[in-house]
Each structure stands twice: as C-alpha cells, then as structure tokens.
C-alpha cells in the first residue's frame, strides 16, 4: 500500500455529498477533476501556472486520459492523489501518471496516463516547448 513511483507531488481531498452518484459513491467523474486540480497544481509549483503558459504562448494540452477505477469511494473519506512526470520528450510530448489513495487504508482507488503535447496557445498547434518548459519540467522527470 504504498506510492507507484517516489516523491510523488501531492494534494489531499475528502468525497463530499456533492460529488456523490446514484450508486453511492463517488462519481467517476470527480476522480478526473481531482485529478486535474492536482496536474495544474503541481505545473504551477514548478513555476509553469496558467499565466506562465499565457505569457509564452504555450501550453501542454491534454491528448490522451486513460483513467483504471479499482475502488469505489464514499462519503467523507479523505483521498491523496499523486502525481509524476512520467516521460518528458523535449521536443513536445509529455506523460503524467496519476495515482489516488485512500488516507485510511492505503489502498489504491485509481490509476491514470495522461499524455500532453505542446502547443502555441494562439493558433492551438502544435509547438516545440519553450526554454522555460524544458527548465521547468526536466527536473521533475522521474526515472
């Protein structure tokens, strides 16, 4: 019961009534957004954020989710999702790995790839990294 990689990059939720479904349990749904608010958390600790892509003209955008549910969760249970830089190809491509937990048990709920490209923000193409992207990324790169 413990992290896929080490170190990972961490934020911590807890299941409200809100993001519960008609089965009781957590919607397939808030997994994705949770995973999401922790992505752009950890690119903004790396000094990457949504101004910093605006005032490059690039952004690393979403081209691939693939998202394995192997618990359900329910009510008030608090959740850590973790995150990496899996792969990180200096020209354009980029995989983050996503892994949720229960902080009672340990054990895993979800498992996620996401893969990212490079684009330019104004025309939506796309782009090779700026230098900056590659400063910021490079070192959260795991091996």
Request: charged share 25%.
């Amino acid at each position: 019961m413990s992290w896929d990689h080490e170190a990972p990059f961490i934020l911590r939720f807890t299941v409200e009534a809100e993001h519960i479904d008609a089965l009781e349990h957590t919607n397939n749904t808030q997994y994705v957004t949770w995973c999401n608010e922790t992505a752009w958390a950890h690119t903004t600790d790396l000094g990457l954020g949504a101004d910093a892509y605006r005032s490059l003209d690039r952004a690393m955008a979403l081209t691939k989710a693939e998202y394995h549910y192997l618990l359900a969760t329910r009510l008030g249970e608090e959740l850590e999702v973790g995150t990496w830089i899996t792969t990180w190809d200096r020209r354009m491509l980029m995989e983050r790995q996503m892994q949720i937990r229960s902080v009672a048990t340990g054990e895993t709920v979800l498992r996620a790839k996401l893969q990212f490209v490079c684009i330019e923000i104004s025309t939506g193409k796309p782009k090779r990294p700026p230098k900056a992207f590659i400063e910021g990324y490079t070192p959260a790169l795991i091996f």
